[in-house]
């Protein structure tokens, strides 16, 4: 199926990213916000054209894009002013939603649940990218009454955005978010907030590794108070899970030395043997990479120059990453490559006058 024509409603960061996904195909996008800013900014920005208040017209598909406790209204007020044939959304929580759409009576045989795994930690159409689905899961959670037709169609849409679709039972996909992206919302939250009572100092010695944990805690707490009021059972679990293991792992440290060193072994191992289940890059099995450290200056079109004298010697870069003290003239970016692809980086770097280091395996999935 083709899906010819949609109608966002909601522009911030996802149906923004959805219509800039849809803008280099042939998809007449509409779109709709309360906020007439927000709709003007993602139109601007090349994601569809303004939906014309006094009388829409109706498309193949409406994607609702709004808070999660909006979802339902959203859907039963589109489906009574017949919107669209199909309808879709992209909440975060489906089995609370669901039931919430089916006491209010929308029309559940042409709608599908939908919630692509994308994001940024910052929401807004000013954040939305075309490239935001690429590879990425799309989760659909059709129920017994959807329709062949519509479910086609959602699909035709993910298609469009780049994405991978994946079909799951609305308890399964909440069940699963609780753990891939509920918790960790809570733990870098929590994590972060042990900030606020330290002192100068502790948050100036900060580095990678905190800022890695904690780069989601700077998300929207009211968005978030609505994911963890529609999930709240699964992410109960899950959390209630993670405090018993933290809680042994205290004990052990508190007791005798040696079991305290094996307690914290044994976690960090099955944290690694985690680590090797998530998918690599194209979605493929993690493979291990190796890692050259480079010394950049801290001036600008270094990182740039750096990047480029790579490229030039035929080498691909897997990843980065970057670390950087406050206040230093240098910092050392690790570029992740192919095994085979560090002795001869190490060798051009170094003939290009980079400062560079020696190259380390790193582990697979980063």
């Given at each position: 199926m083709t899906v010819r024509s949609v109608h966002i409603v909601g522009t911030g960061l996802i149906g923004a990213s959805v219509g800039l996904a849809l803008a280099d195909?042939?998809?007449?996008?509409?779109?709709?916000?309360?906020?007439?800013?927000?709709?003007?900014?993602?139109?601007?920005?090349?994601?569809?054209?303004?939906?014309?208040?006094?009388?829409?017209?109706?498309?193949?598909?409406?994607?609702?894009?709004?808070?999660?406790?909006?979802?339902?209204?959203?859907?039963?007020?589109?489906?009574?002013?017949?919107?669209?044939?199909?309808?879709?959304?992209?909440?975060?929580?489906?089995?609370?939603?669901?039931?919430?759409?089916?006491?209010?009576?929308?029309?559940?045989?042409?709608?599908?649940?939908?919630?692509?795994?994308?994001?940024?930690?910052?929401?807004?159409?000013?954040?939305?990218?075309?490239?935001?689905?690429?590879?990425?899961?799309?989760?659909?959670?059709?129920?017994?009454?959807?329709?062949?037709?519509?479910?086609?169609?959602?699909?035709?849409?993910?298609?469009?955005?780049?994405?991978?679709?994946?079909?799951?039972?609305?308890?399964?996909?909440d069940a699963t978010l609780a753990l891939i992206s509920h918790a960790p919302q809570a733990l870098a939250s929590l994590l972060a907030a042990r900030l606020v009572d330290s002192d100068a100092t502790t948050a100036q010695l900060a580095g990678q590794g905190l800022r890695d944990l904690t780069r989601i805690a700077d998300s929207d707490p009211d968005l978030w108070a609505q994911i963890a009021r529609g999930n709240a059972g699964p992410l109960a679990a899950v959390l209630r899970g993670l405090a018993t293991d933290l809680t042994g792992l205290a004990s052990a440290l508190e007791g005798d030395e040696e079991r305290g060193s094996a307690a914290f072994r044994e976690v960090v191992a099955a944290g690694n043997a985690g680590r090797l289940r998530l998918p690599g890059k194209h979605g493929a099995r993690a493979a291990p990479y190796a890692t050259v450290p480079v010394v950049v200056a801290d001036e600008p079109g270094a990182l740039a120059r750096l990047l480029l004298d790579a490229g030039e010697a035929g080498i691909n870069v897997e990843d980065l990453s970057l670390e950087h003290s406050p206040g230093a003239p240098v910092g050392l970016c690790e570029l992740i490559v192919q095994p085979a692809a560090a002795g001869p980086l190490a060798t051009v770097l170094t003939e290009r006058g980079w400062v560079v280091h020696q190259a380390h395996e790193a582990r697979p999935g980063g």
């Open positions: 195909r042939d998809v007449a996008v509409l779109l709709s916000d309360r906020d007439p800013a927000r709709v003007q900014l993602a139109s601007d920005l090349g994601a569809g054209a303004p939906a014309d208040a006094g009388s829409p017209e109706r498309v193949d598909l409406v994607l609702i894009c709004v808070p999660p406790s909006e979802v339902a209204g959203e859907l039963k007020r589109t489906q009574e002013l017949d919107l669209g044939v199909f309808y879709s959304d992209v909440a975060s929580i489906k089995t609370r939603l669901q039931a919430e759409a089916q006491t209010l009576g929308a029309d559940l045989s042409i709608f599908v649940g939908g919630h692509p795994v994308a994001g940024r930690e910052r929401g807004g159409p000013a954040m939305a990218r075309a490239d935001l689905f690429l590879g990425r899961p799309w989760v659909l959670t059709p129920t017994p009454e959807t329709s062949a037709g519509a479910l086609a169609a959602v699909r035709a849409l993910v298609s469009d955005c780049g994405a991978v679709p994946v079909e799951l039972d609305a308890a399964t996909h």
